[in-house]
Every structure is written in C-alpha cells, then in structure tokens.
C-alpha cells in the first residue's frame, strides 16, 4: 500500500501531486444522531441537492479516472445507512476496482444484517465511532441512549463477516482522561486501527471546549506509545509523524522525550488497565505521509470537492468538472501542497515538509489555510539532534 517499510513515517507509493491516497465520499448528512462534534451537523432528513444514485456512481468512475491501483475509496456521512442505495453503490464502487470503505453511525440501522449486506456488496472495512470507554460516557457525546450497545455489536458483526474495522475517537475534554480505558478497549475487542481525531473547530465542534497545544502534545506521545500495541494512527493530527521521527532519533539515543502531567496520567491509567500487558506488535504501524489537498481529498453530499471533510473551502465540484481535474489543478489544492508558502510556526519548522500542521484546524481558528496549526506546541529547531533528525527524514523522503 506504500513504501518506506521499517521507517518512522511512511509514503504513499505513488505522486501525490497526480492521485490521492484516499477519497471520502459524505454519501447523505441524514443521520439521527445529535453529536457534540459533528463536522456535518447531521440532520434527521436527507438533502434535495444531495448526489443521486447516477452522479454517485460518476464520482466513482472519476475515483477509478485516477490509475490502479485505485485510491481507497470511503463512504462515510452523516450516516451512509440511511441511503436505501447503498449496496448498490458499494458494489458499482467494486465492480470498478475500488476498495470500499463504509464508515456508518451507531443508529438503529447498523444490524449485523445491513453489515452482511455490505460485505456482500464488496465493502472492504468498515469504520466506527467510539469516544468514551463505557456507555453513560459514549452516548453522552453522541446524543442518544443505546449507540454505544449498537457499536460494540456491529463492531463484532462486521469482524465476524471478515470486514477491517477501524475505530475512531475523537479526542476532546470529554473523552481525555478516558483514552487509555478506550485503548484497553479497542486492543480487547481487536481492530484494524485505532485513529484519533483531534478536534477541528468546524460544525458543531466549534462549541466544544477545546485542548492546550502541551495536552495535545501529551496525547500524541500516549498515541505513539500505544502503538506498540495497537495499530494506531491520528486524523487532523498531522504532527504524529513528527512525533514519530523524534520519537525514533531518541529512542535510537535511549532517551525519553520530556512531557506533561496528562501524559503522566494517561500511561498510569493504561498500566492500570493492562493495556501493556502481553504480547505486543512485531512491527509498530508508522504514520502515513498525506495530508489535507496531498494524498486525500473530501467530496461532500452535494458534489463540492474539499481538500478535507474538516476544511469547508472548495476546489471546484464534481458536477462541473471531474474530480481529477479538480484535484491535480484547482489553486486550492495545489497551494496545500506546497509546504514553502506555509505561514507563522508551521512555515518556519523543519518538519513542514512531512508534517504541515492541520489546515484544517489553521482554516477553522484563522480562516487562513495556509497559517499555523493552534494546536501544536512545538517551537521550530527546538529538537536537539537536528543532524540525526536530518538523516532520518532524508531516508523517510526517499
């Protein structure tokens, strides 16, 4: 899938500048949940100028437009279920090459028959949503008694059907303290990979309470240290992979990075509940190089195609002109891969070029696309090993 085996970061194997890694695809923002965060607040309705069945299926076929191998294509929402499509579009999807993905909400259509169907159709994987460890905590966040009963068993259905599941959580004042009973959870019950999601101020998210860069800073190194136990990775958490090479030049020293309270808190919490305990992986999973417009692109319920489902600016829409041409030539998108025109901390910090800051969160705090990531607390050059550190990220770069 990509190259750079035994690396602390790994790429895509082919251009990003020509195709994306992964395309999403918001198939409706129909959803009968109320989360705190939803980046679509989801309505219980879907959409009149929602893409029908025929401009669904052209986007696929712009999807396949890219070259084999395809990018991984991921039908997400709102809630995807509540297309009465669906199968057909998983397996419109297949027939062309695609690897399908569905990530679908914990409502009372997620059955372990509507995941057969799936599966049946074509679907590769599936993704959940998982934010606190217990179900007064994870259906506090999401609104509506029951969700987190309904996740646990479609979870179960969709490993039993031979579907990949990935869970995500969002990493929120909420969720923070619980991260290692998550973690312990998600190693018990087997997954794929476990993502978190930092939080973008966008949607109804923009009401939540939000994070210090240091707390951030302190859950990223938890997250990597998770890894040797769980498949782990981040959404909008793009300075993971600076982690990772940092992480990598002290290990290689036999030092430890020099972090805070939560951190402290989080590892004590994870050895309370075994999280460490046992076996751990052969190899840790590293970090995929792509980011927002460079290797992964959003195309919403209406056809507008965004560099991310979390940065609500638009390069051109899929009913006016194909999806490869949008990606590979709209400015938008070719400014975000530009690391060089990158501005304030992130413009200045030699991990812009594997890292970038979310520009997302740069978009959602400033409505500047191309300014600082808030929610990193990393002053450039501050890491003492630059010359190790340049090394490594040459080899990473190759």
Sequence with gaps: M????????????????????????????????????????????????ELDGAGARRVMDQVAAFGRPAPLFVITGGDPFQRPDLDALV??????????????????????????????????????????STAGRHDAFRGVPGVFDRTLEGWRAARGAGLKVQ???????????????IAALVRREGAMLWSAFLLVPTGRGEQLDRLTADEIEDVLHFLHDCGSVLATKT????????VALQRAVLDARG???????????????????????????????????????????????????????????SGGNVKVRPLTEI??????????????????????????????????????????????????????GSFPYQEELRALTESTRC
């Design 2 to 49: 990509s190259r750079g085996a035994g690396r602390p970061v790994r790429r895509p194997r082919h251009a990003v500048s020509e195709r994306p890694f992964i395309v999403i695809w918001e198939a409706t923002r129909a959803c009968p949940l109320a989360c705190l965060h939803c980046r679509a607040e989801a309505q219980t309705a879907r959409h009149p100028q």
């Design 91 to 132: 397996a419109h999807g297949t027939s062309l090459g695609l690897r399908v993905a569905v990530s679908p909400s914990g409502t009372p259509t997620l059955t372990p028959a509507r995941i057969a169907a799936v599966r049946a159709a074509g679907a590769v994987a599936l993704s959940l949503s998982l934010d606190g």
């Design 167 to 181: 869970v995500n959580t969002t990493v929120t004042r909420h969720s923070l303290e619980d991260l290692a009973d």
């Design 235 to 242: 959404t909008e958490g793009h300075h993971f992979r600076r």
């Design 255 to 313: 030092e430890r990075p020099r972090l805070g309270p939560l951190y402290g808190r989080l590892m004590a919490r994870a050895a309370e509940r075994g999280l460490f305990d046992g076996g751990h992986r052969a190899a840790r999973r590293p970090p995929l190089d792509v980011s927002s417009g460079r290797g992964f692109v959003f195309v919403s319920h209406t056809g507008e195609v965004h560099p991310s489902g979390f940065l609500p600016v």
């Design 327 to 380: 990606y590979r030539h709209s400015e938008l998108f070719l400014r975000l891969r530009d690391p060089a025109l990158l501005r304030g901390r992130c413009g200045a910090c030699e991990f812009k070029a594997v890292c970038g800051g979310s520009r997302s969160r740069a978009y959602g705090s400033t409505r500047d696309v191309l300014a600082e990531d808030p929610y990193c607390a990393y002053e450039p």
